[in-house]
């Protein structure tokens, strides 16, 4: 199931505070894997969005592999715009746990744990409690609880949060999430090659081989 994104502005006047080890144009992209993997690709994806859940439930076993083999990166654009579309808080809360992580070095682990959580549905906003966000970083090894909680709690990186979100809105290309980037094409949008495992593997694999 995707989301089809609907354009809309955030606002909080604290100062913008981007997570650790951001990436790009004004440090709006996580990065994930090594800096020099020879694919790349590029994920748009909001916490309470089914579709990017259902994404990364088939695929995230296989980018933790090819990153682990060094052979791709992949950078993260988190997205919050299902707040507006359903009402709540919970992309915006998650997006923030999220960053939080990335300033732990634990981006990949809690990335993995929030989407492994029971997929969510627009009319419950269930990241909208910070309590089950706090829950799923103590189900990560060596996070920081201390730090990763006041992050959660005090919103550390929510102004980040939604300059992500506006620079998203002022683009076109993209109509709906998840949205996986690879060379300039979104191979969700691909309906004769569905993105499988194998699909992905392969053309990472290619890249490699060059």
């Given at each position: 199931m995707a989301i089809v994104v609907q354009s809309g502005r955030a606002e909080d006047d604290r100062p913008i505070i981007p997570p650790a080890g951001t990436t790009g144009n004004q440090n709006l992209i996580i990065p994930s894997g090594q800096a020099n993997a020879p694919a790349t690709l590029?994920?748009?994806?909001?916490?309470r969005c089914p579709g990017c859940a259902q994404?990364?439930?088939?695929?995230?076993?296989?980018?933790?592999?090819?990153?682990?083999?060094?052979?791709?990166?992949?950078?993260?654009?988190?997205?919050?715009?299902?707040?507006?579309?359903a009402s709540g808080r919970g992309s915006k809360y998650a997006a923030n746990a999220l960053a939080a992580a990335q300033d732990a070095g634990k981006f990949r682990d809690f990335?993995?744990?929030?989407?492994?959580?029971?997929?969510?549905?627009?009319?419950?906003?269930?990241?909208?409690?910070k309590e089950v966000?706090?829950?799923?970083?103590r189900k990560v090894r060596g996070m920081d609880?201390?730090?990763?909680?006041?992050?959660?709690r005090k919103g550390t990186h929510d102004t980040w949060v939604n300059k992500v979100q506006?620079?998203?809105?002022?683009?076109?290309?993209?109509?709906a999430t998840p949205a996986v980037f690879f060379k300039g094409k979104d191979l969700v949008k691909d309906r004769e090659h569905p993105l499988t495992?194998?699909?992905?593997?392969?053309?990472?694999?290619?890249?490699?081989?060059?």
């Open positions: 590029t994920v748009y994806e909001d916490p994404l990364e439930h088939v695929l995230h076993a296989t980018i933790n592999k090819l990153q682990d083999e060094g052979k791709l990166r992949v950078e993260y654009r988190i997205l919050s715009f299902v707040d507006r579309i990335h993995d744990a929030l989407f492994a959580s029971p997929p969510p549905s627009e009319r419950e906003d269930t990241f909208g409690d966000l706090l829950a799923l970083g609880m201390s730090k990763f909680t006041a992050a959660v506006q620079a998203f809105d002022r683009q076109t290309a993209i109509q495992p194998e699909r992905l593997t392969a053309l990472v694999e290619a890249e490699a081989d060059r």
